[in-house]
């Protein structure tokens, strides 16, 4: 049995980037999270299909993306917790599995009500899914390959989210939208038994090897990198979030419809998320501590966030049926058409990273919000009969490198802002706040801009509620570029730096694993407090 090095500065042993074991823990953490990431991009252009397919209306069509959104973004960080508690190789399994039962009922749905139960059902697993793939990562690799195996989990992931929207086309205009759905399946039958024939186990203060995995953990096991036995386990606090979060979103949804339930749902979705701020506040080892607020800094860089990502959600949302329902676009030409976006971000954020590592964040966090701005006000120019080469190209063009200017140093700013055993965390939040911000707006929307139930099945009533949102999300965006020109600062010298550095997500800023104090530095040695890994 090969025993891996250990560690000097925490006597840890860790499983090698270029051992057998560790190249099967990259490909199933990697397949893994790829199944929920492409889930929450490629279903936008499967929608006009699913409409016809269903006779649904746009509120179902809404519901299709928020179901899966409302319990990702609720349950996301009860899912690192569930980790850290009962097994992180547990809990992802758990979640493969659970996403690829939920993905073939989404598959089979006779109606569109089964296909929203479905889809919330999707994003439950996704919860347990997606933080337990970097977990896993951060519990099982050697301190010295932990940085190269997360960027490679980063870089594929993002090849994933390219390849989504043009694979979603592609199977929507072949064998039908159906498979959007059903392609999970086989990856799954992929992904759990490599994770539980190869993947060490791990927990929040223990690494125990798998069967075959030929690594042998260190006196102290890999631990959660956090400097903490165990992270809270606060169900309380999760049901309350995402029970604000869902009833919210019913009153959005729903509001045209004119139901008396409406402003009941607004009322208790208020109701809640009061509730959950007080909770929060008392528990002693909450979901979501309220203390971190503290930091101006990183509650500043978190309103940006719900601006931005805000914007995002409704424009992804809305440009895929604008380019098949005005444009006369089929899902292949759509989905292939929004790739620009995807590209620039997986060839330029690491460079971009680095420059506001030098500059600052303040210039990127401002001039990447207006960027984007200016290129959903491009999109007014795709109408019926559009040219890709003149118009739809240009604005997606914009409005990538707008994603590519700011996306990363909101990452680097969020890590920067806390202390660094709670990067973790501190990641966590953000992304549930961008994942929260997205579904909002593909609620709020079409209420903003006079949708009716049918317009999507309209071309020129889809077009002029388009005409009228892509100014609102520009707006939004704009906002958000005065507060970050107005709030955020340049971190300290030596602070935490970010080890996703390419990014292809388009509904959330990447996770970050949580670290502790005397992480590896830049060469693999003990560096300071505040000093991460590259």
Known sequence: MAVPARDASDGRAGVRIASPTGKWILLTTVLGSSMALLDSTVVNVALPAIGRDLDASLAALQWTVNGYMLSLAGLILLGGSLGDRFGRRRIFVLGVVWF????????????VGVLVAARVLQGVGG????PGS???????????DRSRAIGLW???????????PFLGGWLVDGPGWRWVFLLNIPVALVCAPVALRHVPESTGDTVRPAESAGEAPGPGG??????????GFDVLGAVLGAL??????????????GSPLVPVAAVAGVAAGVAFVYVERRRPDPMMPPDIFASRQFTAVNLVTLCVYAAFGGFFFLAALQLQVVAGYSALQAGTALLPTTALMLLFSARSGELSRRIGPRIPLTAGPLLCAAGMLLMLRVGEDASYAADVLPALLVMGLGMVTLVAPLTATVLASVDVGRAGLASGINNA???????????????LTGMGPEAYRSADAFDAAFRRAMPLCAGVLVAGAVLAFATVRRP???CLRPECRRHGSLTAPPLEPERSRGVLGDRGSPGPPGAGSV
Do not use: K, M, W
């Not at 980063?154 to 989504?164: K, L, M, P, R, Y």
């Not at 890999?222 to 992270?231: C, D, L, M, Q």
């Open 492 to 494: 300290p010298p030596g």
């Open 433 to 447: 706040a961008a994942r929260a911000a997205g579904l909002l707006a593909v609620a709020a929307l079409p209420l």
């Open 222 to 231: 890999a631990g959660n990198g956090t400097g903490r036995s165990r992270r």
């Open 134 to 144: 970097l977990a896993i990562i951060q519990a099982s690799f050697h301190p010295d």
């Open 244 to 257: 604000s979060l869902a009833l919210v979103t019913y009153a959005l949804i729903e509001a045209p419809s």
């Open 127 to 130: 919860a347990l899914l997606t």
């Open 100 to 111: 690829a039962a939920a993905s073939l009922l989404c598959g089979l749905a006779p109606d």
């Open 154 to 164: 980063s870089g594929f992931g993002g090849v994933g989210a390219a390849v989504g």
